[in-house]
């Protein structure tokens, strides 16, 4: 009580201090570094990011692209690479004027390589940078060169596609957060009883949300999955402790006179309440951390931050500002379009069986269909971006004119034996798929020695310790054909040389396949575990946990099996993040109706009434926050154009909708027909309902 009263007491500081500290958020936030490549959150020591960091330290070589470049002549493309060449952190660009003379026809060259780098009315160059693929340096090289090769021309690779969705991202979040609000604020002043009150709800979050994103300088860089995501998520999950203090303040009027006395009441209140509630949703946001894949952790971090800090806001922010607008906020009130509940939530227990056995009908259904939306995620990156953006256009350029459709790199020995050499290659391009294998061999045939070529071509595939080889593949990174190609590759490639490596886009995201698969189950397992130690301890109850767990997690069945039968495929991350979230933001709904239900129970009523009251009670709640969170998350699913974050938010809009009909429907039903096993399962309460009814008698 002693912090609820230094709170009121000390409102204007307050405010004041959470004003003054927005300018160092402002700051802060501006200048935290956004990754925009997922592969940089693959495990340090797997050997594909081993294989990246040799050739880098090596060759002084990091990322990698291919040029095509359409209708222009050989005198014009080999100036056109001279440009290039002169661009910071670009390393080596090999084109055919690396080997010959541009007044050599290129015929001269044996057909197969000829064939790879020309097509019809296009040639093709490739470029290496020295510094990493989304590194700052070479987004700005990639830019660059885009703007002196100009629209005649096609620039593939991850660097690319990362400066796509870098300036897609920049353009679209401030207009995630416009929408959010927009939309949290049209439902906020529909269910709640005032115009003003989600006004200041948002000015409150707000302020917290801008906190987070500001702390988050300190953690050295964010993902933009994180930074897209964060404050809708921040938004639409800590709104409940906002509208919990607000209806906790209304009651307490009623019973003080001085607003500022009824004030203090109403944060010792929520403040007990919603640390239960929010230490829920803190271990689904922790559970993320788990995972071997680290942007879980970046997810994670960031998310419970915004959890505690959105707390915090309930408790100190948003009580100093209602405080200082109360007269404003009093007339401003309405009616909210909630109904009473009582006769709706009598109807539920009436026919509590039929609510059981379509849930017992719905689940196995649900169940199949996550299973088999976990088997049908994809890994590509590039499906998240839409089809009319510069990188896509060019990676189909590359599938049509040269049936190339992803880059591997083989790091074999430099002092391993040429002939060896040779015949692994052979092999290598005798696997379903392989296009070509080009190495120093391969250039200007066998029997030309490596001295005949110039110092650039030999320093750009061979080094001290390794040499190169790059191998271009019909196959998609991320398909099945493609994983199991490199399967073979690798088995080729290691019968030579046990220390070889092949490295680039597709083999890290062989790579993803394997760690997330494994990742999925842990973050799943961690999650529900930590939840239901959570709950056991707040409800002192051994079945109420299985039970309200198993309602959620059914929700999340019917979430994530809808994918499946509607024909859509989810990006890796998606399933992932939203089994937790979901667990984690939408068990408070069931909470909040187990702790009414178990009051009403202790207080002598029988199962019936208890379960009604208890569901009537909980409900309006339930639905704002459902609502609220629905609100903040569907109108980004809808305007998005990256595939990973609208699909992610219409996951959390659905899932907010489907777990608010999941604990209004069936968690009753549950009550009804397990309330004797609760009863005997849960600390103290048989006791006091004997109590009860032995005083009442």
Known sequence: ??????????????????????????????????????????????????????????????????????????????????????????????WYDSVLDVSVPMEILPDR??????????????????????????????????????????????????????????????IYVAIAVVLAL?????????????????????????????????????????????????????????????????????????HKDAMAWAIKRTLTSVLGSSITTVAGFIALCFMSFTLGADIGIVMAKGVLLGVLGSVTVLPSMILLLDKPLQRTRHRSIIPDMQKFAGG?????????????????????GYQKTNEEVYYDMAKCLPEDINFVISNQKMQDDYNVASTLMVLTSADQNQDDVRQMAREMEQIDGVKYVLSLDSILGERVPEEFLPESVVSTLKSENWQLMIINSEYYGGSEAENAQIAELNQILKSYDSQGMIIGEAPCLKDMVETTGHDFAVVNIVSIFAIFVIILLVERSITLPVILIAVIEAGIFINLGLPHYLGQSLPFIAPICISTIQLGATVDYAILMTTIYKSKRVEGLDKRSAVRDAAASALPSIIVSGMGLFAATFGVALYSEIDIISSMCMLLARGAVISMIM?????????????GVIIRTTLGMKRCINGGKKSHE
């Open 1 to 94: 009580m002693r912090f609820a009263k230094g709170v009121v007491k000390c409102r204007v500081p307050i405010f004041i201090a959470a004003v003054v500290l927005m300018i160092p958020a402002l700051f802060f936030m501006l200048h935290t570094r956004v990754n925009y490549d997922m592969l940089t959150y693959l495990p340090k020591d797997m050997e594909t990011v081993i294989g990246q960091d040799e050739m880098k330290k090596d060759f002084g070589k990091g990322a990698f692209s291919f040029l095509i470049v359409e209708d222009m002549s050989v005198q014009d493309v080999a100036e056109l690479k001279e440009r290039i060449e002169q661009v910071d952190h670009v390393d080596t660009v090999l």
């Open 663 to 675: 604990v209004a429907f069936i968690l009753p039903a549950m009550f009804m027909l397990f309330d």
């Open 348 to 368: 539920i227990c009436k026919v509590f069986p039929v609510f059981l056995v379509i849930f017992v009908l719905v689940v196995p259904v649900a169940w199949y």
């Open 113 to 174: 390589l000829y064939e790879a780098f020309n097509a019809e009315n296009s040639t093709m160059m490739a470029i290496f940078f020295d510094t990493g693929t989304s590194e700052d340096e070479t987004l700005t090289a990639v830019e660059k060169i885009r703007s002196i090769a100009g629209e005649q021309c096609f620039l593939s690779g991850m660097t690319a596609m990362v400066l796509d969705l870098k300036e897609l991202c920049e353009r679209e979040e401030p």
């Open 186 to 258: 049209a439902v906020m002043m529909l269910f709640l009883d005032s115009w003003l009150i989600p006004v200041i709800f948002l000015a409150s979050i707000g302020m917290m949300i801008l906190l987070n994103l500001g702390t988050n300088f300190f953690l050295g860089e964010i993902s933009y999955i994180t930074k897209a995501l964060s404050a809708v998520l921040q938004l639409a999950v800590t709104m409940d402790y906002s509208i919990f203090l607000w209806h906790c303040y209304n009651d307490q009027l009623k019973l003080y006179s001085d």
